[in-house]
């Protein structure tokens, strides 16, 4: 696979579930986000990892938990969550966050998360 | 003053038309500047970088960058149905913080 892949596309979970979302990278990049969009509202930086340490928390509810094992994966998990929370999350990598390039943000397709 | 700001549209430009897309920003250390298309329920796609002032032309798109009036345009050239999307504005505003403007709208009809 090339690029980055996030699994599941699509995922339907009530509030009291707990579920991870899942990002791979394939380009040998150190840096990974956690995106958050909603309807009609502009992309929501959500964490952000640099060589597998969190550099970035924007404000982020504790119910949307990261782990970054490893440079390659990346993870959201998720408990308890509210209906407001349904969007489109996106994960995207860098090859870090210096300028002059190397700071392009590739995207992931996303997961379409819907709470009921 | 928001960070990075751009008109939500919808920009309706006939097909064959130049479409014009434009963005300000309001941190004058910026030194990074992204345009992305985004496709109804579908991901960001990078169309354009850009970094030092002036134009950068890549086919049909056309990026513009002026950091002393801080603001970076995109031009398409001879658009098609197909640019029907939206286009985010990204700028690098300090180490390792992309911000994501909004998006404009366009809409080219056949």
């Known amino acids: 696979e090339t690029g980055v892949t996030q699994t599941p596309r699509h995922l339907v979970m009530g509030m009291t579930n707990k579920k991870s979302l899942k990002c791979e990278q394939h380009l040998g990049h150190n840096a990974m986000y956690w995106y958050k969009q909603s309807a009609k509202k502009p992309l929501e930086l959500m964490f952000v990892y640099n060589f597998k340490e969190q550099t970035e928390n924007n404000s982020v509810p504790s119910r949307f938990s990261p782990e970054c094992p490893n440079s390659s994966h990346l993870f959201l998990h998720l408990h308890t969550l509210q209906p407001e929370d349904s969007a489109l999350y996106l994960c995207?990598?860098?090859?870090?966050?210096?300028?002059?390039?190397?700071?392009?943000?590739?995207f992931g397709p996303g997961t379409r998360l819907t709470v009921l | 003053q928001k960070e990075v700001e751009q008109n939500s549209g919808p920009l309706s430009v006939p097909e064959g038309a130049i479409a014009s897309l434009n963005c300000t920003y309001s941190d004058r250390g910026s030194q990074s500047f992204f345009w992305y298309r985004q496709y109804s329920g579908k991901s960001p796609e990078l169309i354009m970088s850009?970094?030092?002032?002036g134009d950068k032309e890549d086919g049909r798109f056309t990026a513009q960058l002026n950091k002393a009036s801080q603001y970076v345009s995109l031009l398409i050239r001879d658009s098609q149905p197909s640019d029907s999307a939206t286009y985010l504005c990204a700028v690098n505003t300090r180490y390792q913080k992309v911000t994501f403007g909004t998006g404009t709208k366009l809409q080219v009809i056949p």
């Open positions: 850009i970094y030092s002032n």
């Open positions: 995207a990598s860098s090859q870090d966050g210096a300028g002059g390039g190397a700071d392009t943000q590739y």
